[in-house]
Structures are given as C-alpha cells and as structure tokens.
T-cell receptor
Framework: GENVEQHPSTLSVQEGDSAVIKCTYSDSASNYFPWYKQELGKGPQLIIDIRSNVGEKKDQRIAVTLNKTAKHFSLHITETQPEDSAVYFCAASRPTGANSKLTFGKGITLSVRP | DAGVIQSPRHEVTEMGQEVTLRCKPISGHNSLFWYRQTMMRGLELLIYFNNNVPIDDSGMPEDRFSAKMPNASFSTLKIQPSEPRDSAVYFC???FGTGNYEQYFGPGTRLTVT
C-alpha cells in the first residue's frame, strides 16, 4: 500500500520568512495530494490540494509543487504569520474507485516565532 | 451546515469498560471515515464507509473495535473491552466520495482509558 513520509518532523521559522515542508510517497498510481492543517484542539482542515496533471498550484500565501518522477511534493508558505503555527499533514490517494483512500503522513509541527 | 458532529468530546473510562463514540456526518456526504491520532503513530485510518457500507476495515486494530453505520446520518465506533493503549483522539470525517475528495473532519473525541 501507499507510504507517505514527511520531512522534517518539526520546523521553526521567524515571522515573515518562508517555510517549506516536503513529503514523499511510494505508490506511483497516486494522483491526488492534499495538505491539511490542524490547529490545537481541532480536526485537520484542507488548505490546498494538487492533482497529478499539474506541477504547481498557488492560493495566496501558500503553494504546492509536485514532482511525479521523484514522487515528492512540497508545501510552501510565504510571509509566515503566527497563525500559521499548527501541525501540517500531507496525504496521497489513488484515483477515486476501488482501493482509493487517503494515506496521511505523520505530520510536521510548524512554529512561527514572532 | 454544522459540520461533522462528534460526541462525546471527551471520554474517560476504566480499562475493561465499553466505549461508544458517535458521529453525524455532513448532510449529503456519502463517505465516512474513522481515524485515530496518537503522537507515536500519527493519523491512522481505522475504517471507512461508502453509502453506509463498510469498504475497508483493514486499519481496525483488533476485534475489540467495531464500527457501524445504520443510516446516512449516523455512525458509531465501539471499543469493547477498552484498554489503556486505546487512549487517543478519534476523528470522524465525511466527504462526497472516497479518494480524491476533500474530507471534512469533526472536532474529535479524546479518549482516556485508565
């Protein structure tokens, strides 16, 4: 089955700097790669996703890039703010249908220092 | 919409007792997922349903765990008998489908087994 790994496990940046979180996946059939943000005491919430037919997607201060050949994708946060401090999960899944389910990485704790 | 509703939010029980966690998915969603989150293992998928039918329960750790979805608006996760190692946060999520669809997570149930 799919194996998703995140690196690093913790990340600390200064407010205003950029943060990059990387993930690798193992199943070459995976074609959907979402990122979830989990704030303290809450459930994870989708912040951005990308499908394998594109290499990059942006939404204001966040962007995701995908390298299908190397089987890795990254989350980029620019101009970080204290409210960006949270746990971020990457995930991967196959096309919708049989054996299609999200496999999550273990999460990375991002701390933005004011 | 109220989002995914889980109850109770916190549960403290003694080893050997039966625990029932409840979930109400978002109206109109046809897929429901139960996850367990711990520091050591991250976010683990336990079981998921599509149109009220269990599709994949390979993540259910033991026969002590069972899940049901009697109708489109209600699901339960039961642990009988509970053990201290079952202590975790249990999330329910729902979506419009499996795989390549955004999952909406509930606030979670924090279970402590003493």
């Amino acid at each position: 089955g799919e194996n998703v790994e995140q690196h690093p496990s913790t990340l600390s940046v200064q407010e205003g700097d950029s943060a990059v979180i990387k993930c690798t996946y193992s199943d070459s059939a995976s074609n959907y790669f979402p990122w979830y943000k989990q704030e303290l005491g809450k459930g994870p919430q989708l912040i951005i996703d990308i499908r394998s037919n594109v290499g990059e997607k942006k939404d204001q201060r966040i962007a995701v890039t995908l390298n299908k050949t190397a089987k890795h994708f990254s989350l980029h946060i620019t101009e970080t703010q204290p409210e960006d401090s949270a746990v971020y999960f990457c995930a991967a899944s196959r096309p919708t249908g049989a054996n299609s389910k999200l496999t999550f990485g273990k999460g990375i704790t991002l701390s933005v220092r004011p | 919409d109220a989002g995914v509703i889980q109850s109770p939010r916190h549960e403290v029980t003694e080893m050997g007792q039966e625990v029932t966690l409840r979930c109400k998915p978002i109206s109109g969603h046809n897929s429901l997922f139960w996850y367990r989150q711990t520091m050591m293992r991250g976010l683990e998928l336990l079981i998921y349903f599509n149109n009220n039918v269990p599709i994949d329960d390979s993540g259910m750790p033991e026969d002590r765990f069972s899940a049901k979805m009697p109708n489109a608006s209600f699901s339960t996760l039961k642990i009988q008998p509970s053990e201290p190692r079952d202590s975790a946060v249990y999330f329910c999520a729902s979506s419009f489908g499996t795989g390549n669809y955004e999952q909406y997570f509930g606030p979670g149930t924090r279970l402590t087994v003493t």
